[in-house]
């Protein structure tokens, strides 16, 4: 039997290694149910579980035995990839999923903090950069108010919320221009690491979860903020990759909207941490980057912070005032409610469960036709321009 068996690992392995040059010819879909059967057929063997673990590395095998080609992981590295695509990639197994739902479980969300719009608070430096900004090109600066609900936004998607009418044409030189004044403005302005912070990213460390911090800002001011609030000590003493660190690779100016910046940044995160969206959670203050996650199929938790109004964040699985209020329990179980809610509801099976419906009378209105209120909907309360 024990030789019987080691024939059948010997001629796997020679089946696997022929497999990786055929990948390039292979769709990703026929690779990857064929890497999954011929592990299913000798998975009993430790002999050849080392062999395919040595593998790994030539076929592009991710943690989890996914085959990925070098061209997807290419086109995942830029964000230059669809949701579904990272969903179809890093779907849970049904074993996997029967692990998660259980009470004990964790380790299994991947969670994206928004740098500027939960972890550090620079509505000072934003205030300034924008007045002097505007100061530049001849524009009345914007409020705190309209400040605070852009900051999290790319330069093209502040421009485009802010209502300025501005040339495309001269949208890199402003943008470079903007964040200049901030370069400066870095030095001469306070900001604060945001209360809660610190325990945040270590309780996520420490519950082995994924994390990626995600920001508008360029590498080199993105990196002096985590060194100024010694957010990124934490990351240095826990050895975290600084690949986590998810920002535009090149400048905003010439798209239309922010949301595209931001969803590739959704995508890239996803793929950084190997989570499907589904799996995944973002922390974040911004009402229109929460709004973007929620299309994608990714659970939010809002910050009050920036927010004029807390109705503006009802897009979101839950509101906090403070990071402190945070815990992981509630992460696991906002992505656990929508692991659920993507199986679907539970077939009634009873009898009693159909049979048993209330049927209520209309309710005759107080108003006529002529004098009804206008309906409050979530598109006028955040104008169809503005998402």
């Not at 011929?38 to 035995?65: A, P």
């Not at 669809?82 to 479980?105: A, C, G, V, Y």
């Not at 994390?211 to 010694?230: D, G, H, N």
Request: aromatic share 8%; charged share 25%; net charge positive.
């Amino acid at each position: 039997l024990v030789r019987f068996h080691v024939q059948k690992v010997k001629m796997h392995s020679s089946i696997l290694f022929l497999l990786s040059f055929l990948m390039s010819h292979i769709s990703d879909g026929f690779v990857t149910l064929g890497l999954q059967n011929s592990r299913k057929f000798c998975f009993t063997s430790s002999l050849f579980d080392k062999r395919f673990r040595r593998c790994n590395n030539v076929l592009n095998l991710d943690r989890s035995g996914r085959f990925i080609s070098d061209i997807t992981k290419e086109r995942m590295k830029n964000g230059k990839i669809t949701i579904k695509e990272i969903d179809r990639i890093f779907e849970p197994s049904k074993s996997e999923l029967e692990k998660i739902q259980h009470p004990l479980s964790k380790g299994f969300v991947g969670v994206i903090v928004s740098l500027e719009g939960a972890l550090v608070d620079a509505e000072v430096l934003y205030g300034y950069t924008w007045a002097v900004f505007a100061s530049d090109i001849g524009l009345e600066a914007p409020n705190p108010i309209e400040v605070r609900d852009i900051i999290g936004l790319d330069f093209s998607g502040s421009i485009l919320a802010l209502g300025w009418n501005l040339d495309n044409k001269r949208l890199p030189y402003y943008e470079k221009r903007f964040f200049d004044i901030m370069k400066i403005m870095i030095d001469k302005v306070p900001f604060v690491r945001r209360p809660g912070s610190k325990e945040l990213i270590q309780n996520i460390i420490q519950e082995k979860d994924k994390i990626t911090v995600v920001t508008m800002l360029p590498r080199e001011l993105a990196t002096k903020l985590l060194r100024i609030t010694e957010i990124a000590k934490i990351f240095e003493e826990n050895n975290i990759n600084p690949e986590c660190l998810i920002l535009p690779e090149q400048s905003s100016a010439g798209i239309v909207s922010g949301h595209t910046v931001f969803g590739q940044l959704m995508i890239r995160c996803c793929s950084i941490m190997e989570k499907p969206s589904i799996m995944t959670l973002l922390i974040d203050s911004n009402r229109r980057n929460i709004l973007l996650a929620k299309r994608m199929g990714i659970s939010c938790i809002a910050l009050k912070g920036n927010a004029a109004n807390v109705q503006y964040l009802r897009s979101a699985d839950q509101v906090i005032d403070t990071l402190n209020a945070v815990k992981m329990k509630d992460i696991y179980k906002l992505v656990k409610k929508a692991l659920k809610q993507e199986e679907g509801p539970d077939q009634q099976t009873a009898p009693s469960a159909v049979l048993n419906i209330v049927k209520l009378k209309p309710v005759s209105s107080a108003y006529s036709d002529d004098d009804k209120p206008p309906r409050d909907t979530f598109a006028d309360e955040m104008g169809s321009d503005q998402l």
